[in-house]
């Protein structure tokens, strides 16, 4: 296993160290990871890429002895560009690194900057063992990002060892600070971004002006303070000395789309996914935002480009073509036949989701709830309370959102400021009756993400109070928010309109059908 992190963690920085070079075209190292041992012959490769050249090599070390044996082929005409084997001691694995980067560079005939030279001479650490920690540490957070606590104890144990080791404080800094998002991430505590400031003063102290700090600042307006345009500003810096980093363009991207920056949102978006093309994380992210913009047509196309990485074995890819259907037709019975292809493929109960959105938008709702109490893992008191309503079990539904009520306020305790929970509790409200504090929680979730501010979250935040605004029989304040959300890239889209029960009550009001037909494409 050594051997396999140290082999993976050598492959890893001489990826980063082209990327680094403007003048050439490198895939991240999620992309590539996969054809390890694969028998794909090269130019099937190169086309799943979208490359010209193919880079493969092994390496292998005995005690304090070192291999690296590469070799660049043409992969249109099977040849050998450049080969080499380089042997070295352990203790020269950085510079070896180096060399064979530039190298590479070399007989790709890419032009390297005095500055991008300097970059890739760069040792990140005289200490062995801390650049092992961080390499395991890099690899874990590859394989399970959530896993959050692991990946910090071991960045932490690498600055230990080297306290001047920049990249571990740099990567701190996002895991905290992401941990934090504004006080409404996973672990909202303010010790959170207290640890996020501290690794970035550690960074900026050595080395201000690296694009890995840069990185790491960006990461922090953006997850801590929600500075966008500082956040953006410092992405644009770290691209100057990185501008094959995949990770770099999603970022901004993210940026972007909370700004309101759209189409230049789903642009970075296309740029990342170009580095990393066999990155189904990223590659869903095109396809949400592309749903979002309802491009229904770019966003059917990125769904397939993901049954592609994952071979059209994950069930949650027919979820989301049921979804799609859904967003584009709102026809019930193309929406059953596209359940029924996926159930031809997969266990009925890898697809719950679309099957009782299904009962629930053909107003079956006794066959909901038998479908939910098939599966312990429906735990959604409001999900269940709204089905016994529209089934007429008036008071086991009260009961149930009375649940919903006091397990959100739970939440709300330990995490004040989600906008989601906000609305939860709103829903609730409203379906309890009590429509004046209903409103007033739906109200205050839209203040925390207002669409000045995000626009990404306060549409959805604004869609939420309209279907509260709904439920409480002010018609006019509803219609003017769904109007706002129709006419901007959200959630809500005229599908919802058509067949959401919760909007029944509306159904005769000239001006909810003139908002159907205005925005139904």
């Given at each position: ?6 082999a993976d963690?050598?492959?890893?920085d001489?990826?980063t160290?082209?990327s680094?070079?403007g003048?050439l ?5 999620t992309?590539?990871?996969q054809?390890k041992?694969?028998?794909?012959l ?5 086309k799943?890429?979208g490359v010209?050249?193919?880079?493969e090599?092994s390496?292998r070390?005995a005690?304090?002895e070192i291999?690296?044996v ?15 084997t380089?042997?070295?001691k352990y203790?020269?694995i950085?510079?070896?690194q180096s060399?064979?980067?530039q190298?590479?560079?070399?007989a790709?005939k890419a ?26 540490a890099e690899?874990l ?9 692991s990946i ?6 690498a600055?230990?060892l080297d306290?001047n ?6 990567k701190?800094?996002?895991?905290h600070?992401?941990?934090y998002?504004?006080?409404?991430g ?14 970035l ?5 050595i080395d201000?002006?690296?694009s890995?700090?840069h990185?790491?600042q960006?990461?922090?307006?953006y ?13 644009a810096?770290?691209?100057e000395?990185q ?5 770099l ?16 949102a ?8 170009f580095?990393?093309p ?7 992210e095109?396809?949400g935002?592309?749903v ?8 059917g ?8 990485i994952?071979?059209?074995n994950?069930a ?6 049921y979804?799609?259907?859904f ?11 596209v ?27 006794k066959t ?5 109490e ?7 008191w ?8 529209l ?5 086991l539904?009260?009961a149930?959102?009375?649940s919903?009520r ?6 709300l305790?330990d995490?004040?400021k989600?906008?989601?929970f906000l609305t939860?509790?709103?829903?609730t ?10 409103i007033h929680?739906?109200k205050?979730?839209v203040?925390?993400?207002p ?6 979250d306060g ?11 709904a439920?409480c029989g ?9 109007e706002?959300c129709?006419s ?11 067949l959401?029960p919760?909007y029944?009550s509306m159904r005769d009001?000239p001006?909810?059908?003139k908002?159907?037909q205005?925005?139904?494409?």
């Amino acid at each position: 296993r050594e051997d396999q992190i140290f082999a993976d963690g050598v492959h890893d920085d001489i990826l980063t160290q082209l990327s680094k070079i403007g003048d050439l075209k490198v895939i991240s190292r999620t992309s590539v990871m996969q054809y390890k041992g694969t028998t794909k012959l090269i130019s099937d490769i190169a086309k799943e890429l979208g490359v010209a050249n193919i880079l493969e090599g092994s390496v292998r070390r005995a005690g304090d002895e070192i291999r690296i044996v590469a070799q660049l082929i043409n992969a249109e005409t099977d040849e050998h560009i450049w080969a080499e084997t380089f042997d070295r001691k352990y203790a020269d694995i950085f510079s070896m690194q180096s060399e064979v980067a530039q190298k590479i560079a070399r007989a790709l005939k890419a032009s390297l900057t005095p500055k991008e030279k300097q970059y890739i001479e760069t040792k990140p650490t005289e200490n062995q063992a801390a650049w092992e920690l961080y390499i395991q540490a890099e690899l874990l957070l590859d394989a399970n990002f959530m896993d959050r606590d692991s990946i910090v104890a071991l960045y932490e144990q690498a600055t230990l060892l080297d306290p001047n080791f920049l990249l571990p404080y740099t990567k701190l800094v996002r895991l905290h600070a992401w941990a934090y998002f504004d006080g409404t991430g996973p672990d909202p505590s303010q010790e959170r971004m207290e640890k996020a400031s501290v690794a970035l003063e550690k960074a900026s102290a050595i080395d201000p002006n690296a694009s890995e700090t840069h990185m790491a600042q960006g990461y922090f307006y953006y997850y801590g303070s929600r500075d966008y345009e500082q956040a953006l500003e410092s992405f644009a810096l770290a691209r100057e000395s990185q501008p094959n980093n995949s990770d770099l363009f999603m970022a901004t991207a993210f940026v972007e789309r909370r700004l309101g920056r759209w189409e230049q949102a789903r642009e970075n978006m296309d740029k990342a996914v170009f580095l990393d093309p066999n990155n189904a994380s990223k590659v869903i992210e095109v396809y949400g935002i592309s749903v979002s913009m309802r491009d229904y047509s770019s966003a059917g196309k990125y769904l397939e480009r993901w049954s592609a990485i994952t071979g059209g074995n994950d069930a949650s890819i027919e979820t989301n073509r049921y979804f799609l259907e859904f967003k584009r037709s709102a026809d019930l019975e193309k929406m059953q036949g596209v359940l029924d292809q996926a159930l031809e493929k997969f266990d009925a109960r890898d697809l719950l989701s679309p099957r009782v959105m299904q009962t629930f938008y053909s107003r079956d709702y006794k066959t909901g709830l038998e479908l939910m109490e098939e599966d312990s893992t429906v735990n959604d008191w409001a999900i269940r309370a709204e089905f016994l309503r529209l089934d007429g079990q008036d008071e086991l539904a009260r009961a149930y959102f009375d649940s919903a009520r006091i397990e959100t306020e739970a939440r709300l305790k330990d995490n004040p400021k989600s906008w989601r929970f906000l609305t939860s509790l709103g829903f609730t409200f409203s379906r309890l009756g009590q429509c004046e504090e209903a409103i007033h929680w739906g109200k205050q979730a839209v203040a925390i993400v207002p669409l000045s501010i995000d626009a990404f979250d306060g549409s959805k935040a604004m869609g939420e109070l309209a279907y509260i605004y709904a439920v409480c029989g002010e018609e006019e304040e509803a219609l003017d928010l769904l109007e706002k959300c129709l006419s901007i890239p959200s959630n809500i889209g005229v599908s919802e309109l058509k067949l959401d029960p919760g909007y029944n009550s509306m159904r005769d009001n000239p001006r909810f059908q003139k908002l159907i037909q205005k925005y139904d494409s």
